[in-house]
């Protein structure tokens, strides 16, 4: 039998770790893989960020002009109505009422399909996509004066009740039969 002699460098191979030295390699195992998945959200979120930013910005002011109308509609029906404790729902519809007035303006532009023609041969159609958030725009709108026409309709019923405004007279039910007579007779 041959006696093996090893070197002083294959003598020294470390031994096997102790349990509490593998519970490190795991945890450091651990650590990197969190770094590796907070790396590849961050690259995923700059990827969604450069390649819909103009579509985040815009419906950043979109939604920013909608909150400015209704709070502009809502504080001028509030001044409006001094000294009464049941001017809230009245307020509420006002601004439901200014964000439709809007949306109702955007529905007629987005409409109007020769200006978006002539948009598209401009430059302006390097920066602003037209094509490609049209129809996306046109869907937000709709439901942006779907949700008004109904909270608009909600608090105006509720003034109604609770002003207690069902009896005669242009606000009243013989407004609304007459209303409906002549709709009918029509």
Excluded at 102 to 126: D, Y
Aim: with cysteine; aromatic share 16%.
């Amino acid at each position: 039998m041959e006696k093996v002699v090893l070197s002083e460098s294959q003598q020294n191979v470390s031994e096997v770790p102790p349990l509490s030295n593998f519970s490190d390699v795991i945890n450091e195992d651990r650590q990197w893989e969190e770094k590796y998945r907070r790396r590849r959200v961050f690259a995923q979120v700059e990827s969604y960020l450069s390649s819909n930013s103009f579509i985040l910005i815009f419906l950043f002011v979109y939604v920013n002009a909608l909150f400015l109308m209704y709070v502009w509609g809502a504080r001028d029906e509030y001044v409006h109505q001094k000294g009464h404790d049941r001017r809230w729902a009245i307020t509420i519809a006002r601004g439901f009422g200014y964000t439709l007035n809007l949306n109702c303006a955007l529905v007629i532009l987005l409409a109007a399909r020769l200006s978006f023609t002539l948009l598209r041969e401009t430059a302006l159609n390097l920066i602003l996509p037209f094509d490609k958030t049209f129809p996306a725009f046109h869907i937000v709108v709709g439901y942006c004066i779907a949700g008004a026409v109904i909270g608009h309709g909600v608090f105006h019923m509720i003034w109604i009740i609770v002003w207690n405004g069902w009896g005669p007279g242009i606000w009243g039910v013989t407004w609304v039969s007459h209303l409906f007579s002549f709709i009918q007779s029509s």
